[in-house]
């Protein structure tokens, strides 16, 4: 059983940057892909970036590339989604999410995900 819990969003004008943080439970943080994802009022929940158990490899939606930064630190069992420049569409409840892998891959797919948190808000004035 992974816990994950979000912490690190808020307000933001247009531009600015934050940085999320995604802290597990447990003993096995590094056996697991993680992931962000997002969902925006009257919208479904929409991959943002992923992260292998390593570290080594990283995925993003093309929306994002560029912009926002997906880390790990596996000695302390968190996972980061920094992000800049970041505009009014960036606007969502943000949730990380682990997956149990066998290799070094991210997971692109939500289903493929086995641990959720709660979710954090991100809002971006213009």
């Known amino acids: 059983q992974v816990q994950l819990v979000e912490s690190g969003g808020g307000l933001v004008q247009a531009g600015g940057s934050l940085r999320l943080s995604c802290a597990a439970s447990g003993r096995t943080f590094s056996r697991y892909a993680m992931g962000w994802f997002r969902q925006a009022p009257g919208k479904e929940r929409e991959f943002v970036s992923s992260?292998?158990?390593?570290?080594?490899?990283?995925y993003y939606a093309d929306s994002v590339k560029g912009r926002l930064t997906v880390s790990r630190d596996n000695a302390r069992n968190i996972a980061y989604l920094q992000m800049n420049s970041l505009e009014p569409e960036d606007t969502a409840v943000y949730y990380c999410?682990?997956?149990?892998?066998?290799?070094?891959?991210?997971?692109?797919?939500?289903?493929?995900?086995?641990?959720w948190g709660q979710g954090t808000q991100v809002t971006v004035s213009s």
């Open positions: 999410a682990a997956g149990l892998v066998a290799g070094n891959s991210g997971l692109i797919s939500a289903y493929a995900y086995d641990y």
């Open positions: 992260i292998s158990r390593s570290g080594s490899n990283t």
